[in-house]
């Protein structure tokens, strides 16, 4: 008998990188091993030397199939010397986590994303204008006026968490059709396998209903929400005191740091980052306590506690989770290490 692994990969595709994944019949018992596609085909390659690598990195049950089989998050390498591809940014991300172990840094990510059907939002309407009524009653909401794909989200928590993933929870957003699940607290590392591998099965899922589902930055020009990927953050320091949490959000502040910050938070964030529908503009940097206008809030808890995490509120929904977390990694830890 044999089982079937779907080996799942990152591409090319600029500016915003789509997922790919194929199939591999291995008998009962067998070890997944590396495998290879064609990365001309993916904006990885050039047609005359067009192999690359796929390296297992994250291995599940695949809560679709059912039974042995199995999902496979891989990495790419380039087969002459089995280095890293340049897309792959999950390399950077385990040197990172190496270099700060002993900080014990904490990730938990808040993907915002929006169910499109028929090329539209799911829920607006099909005719006369096609826009639903203003936002407001959406967000958190109940009821067949203010919520659309709602079995889809339904489904796809019940893949993360048969798939064993670290997903901890999910809400309808402030636009229709909107939505969001969060991955955390884990890693530096495991919080990009466990977001990948969560967009995965949100877009194999939302594929069943005939729906795509969107991580654009700004779907819907004029006021409607933008979608993020808010990113909360802690070191072991950070959890006991709060001299930490103040050093953090003021290291993310330092000079030069707020632009490539900015450079790493994803394709379309001049469009987001407006400075309106709870965003602070991209050309500023505060933080505060409770502050949803801040680029980083400080949760009221936090405050309270003297102790506790930030959330890094400008990541768009299209970033790649690996550069954001080895790069929030590099500038909080840097910088406590030098204490
Ligand atoms: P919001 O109020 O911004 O919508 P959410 O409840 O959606 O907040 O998300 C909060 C996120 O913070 C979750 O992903 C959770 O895992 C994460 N989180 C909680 N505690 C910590 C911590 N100590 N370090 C890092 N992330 C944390
Ligand atoms: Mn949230
Ligand atoms: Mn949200
Ligand atoms: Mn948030």
Sequence with gaps: MAYRAEYIWIDGTEP???????????????EVGVWGFDGSSTNQAQGANSDCVLSPVFITPDPIRGGDDKLVLCEVLVPDTMQPHPTNRRAAAVEMAKSYADQEPWFGMEQEYTFFEEGRPMGWPRAGYYYPAPQGPYYCGVGAIEIAGRQIVEAHTDACLAAGLAISGTNAEVMLGQWEFQIGPVGTVEVGDHMWMARYLLYRIAEDFNVNASISAKPIEGDWNGAGCHTNFSTKAMREGYDAVIAACESLGAPGKIEEHLAAYGHGYEDRLTG????????????????RGAS????????????????????????????????????????????
């Design 276 to 291: 309106d529908h709870e965003t602070a503009h991209y050309s500023e940097y505060r933080y505060g306590v409770s502050d």
């Design 296 to 339: 980083v809030r400080i949760p009221w808890q936090v405050a309270q506690d003297q102790k506790g995490y930030i959330e890094d509120r400008r990541p768009n929904a299209n970033i790649d989770p690996y550069e954001v977390a080895a790069l929030m990694t590099n500038t909080v830890c840097s910088d406590w290490s030098k204490r």
């Design 16 to 30: 915003v990188p789509l997922m790919r994944s194929k199939t591999k019949i291995l008998p009962d018992g067998a």
